[in-house]
């Protein structure tokens, strides 16, 4: 057999230990399917005598991630530390500089220096992998540059956040409200103490700014994604979708348009019978809409140790079998700067509602400022005060729901604002955009 692939892993946290764990446990079978053996011969964490319930006996330790990353007798360098600033960043370019291929699960590192750190794998002749970098242990990466390599695909979207699908999930299933579902993921593990990063939509949009690069061939290029988050959710909308026929979740969505592609996140309103409105609690899901195979959806643990190290194995198990193609799918000089279509050209249907006030023309007022924008309305749910619940009957003013045919963000905006100025509303209005599925 060949001699060994040997590794570095700078990082031994939730991922890292649970690599090493893997490692150990597959040993044989690993050998068996690569034709060589997979060992870690050195690590690197912030804290050398910290108990992680693994053995590290055999392998060498470094303190610092530059230094292993560039040290002899290591031929993989696996960066499971995370962040978009050094130590990641200096230490994978040290690696890749120094002629080891990389392994990384690093989001943030890939969105903001995926291709510069790409376009120098390419120079070295060294694979760059990341499939654990976007939706955990679902082989998303893969599948876009290698199984899809001969589609044209169209769009792409998907739950990319297990703790906004958490929460989602607990507000439809038990109607609870969005801070006492969110205390619960803190209290589960399944949010950080500081939740503005998954809540607000940021961390789905680093992992859409990677897809629809695999995807469209373009840079990866997080600015010119349209975000907006879960926090202003209500179980009202909830409630509402459920009679309509649909699901709320907050979806990464980058989609070829004739106006260049639209790259958004945001809450949207999913048909109750389409594969994604399955996927609850922390689970995430990817849909591909590609030529002659549309959809296809892919559906597993989007975080957890185990389900993202066995992303990070089978990318070192492609290394150790020699298998090395582009990062993005192409070589970088070959992808395109993105196109960005305006969010304000969006088109779609629309979920809107309102508080109207309780007085006569409210409703007329809005129909005719919908109307003036060309808005069409597919339904409209109004409730009498003595109909509606007590929590949706606020200051003499009831629910209104109006779900529009296709039409634009922009022509939506303007009748919002229009409604607002003739003050027949109390509070903003709730929007959600409807995705064709
Ligand atoms: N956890 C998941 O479910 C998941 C899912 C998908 C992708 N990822 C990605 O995987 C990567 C690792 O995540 P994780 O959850 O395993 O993180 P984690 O539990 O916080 O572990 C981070 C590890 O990096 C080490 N580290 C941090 N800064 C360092 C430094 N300056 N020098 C040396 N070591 C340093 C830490 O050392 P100490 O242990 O000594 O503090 C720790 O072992 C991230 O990029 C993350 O986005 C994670």
Redo the contacts with the bound molecule.
Sequence with gaps: MAQALRVGV???????AALIAQIARQREALAARCGRGIEIVAV????KG?DRGIDLKKMKWFDD?VALAKADGIDLFVE????SGN?AKAAVEAALLSGKAVV??????LAKHGVALATLAEKQGVALNYE??VA?AIPIVRTLREGLAGNAIQRIYGILNGTCNYILTRMEQENLAFADCLKDAQRLGYAEADPTFDIEGHDTAQKLSILASLAFGTKVEESAIYVEGISSIQPADLAAADELGYRVKLLGVAVKTPKGIEQRVHPTMVRKDSAIAQVMNVTNAVTVDAEGINPLTLIGPG???M??ASSVLSDIADVARGLRVPPFGRPTARLTSVKKAPMQRHEGGYYIRLQARDKPGSAARIATRLAEQDISLESIVQRHPKEAPDSEVKGGSVPVILITYATTEDAVRKALAAVGRDRVISGRPQVIRIEKN
């Design positions: 700078a990082g031994l946290g939730t991922v890292g690197c964490a912030r804290s910290k991630p499971l530390m995370g962040g130590p990384s699960a690093n989001k943030a590192l654990a970098a955990g975080a957890g140790g389900a993202t």
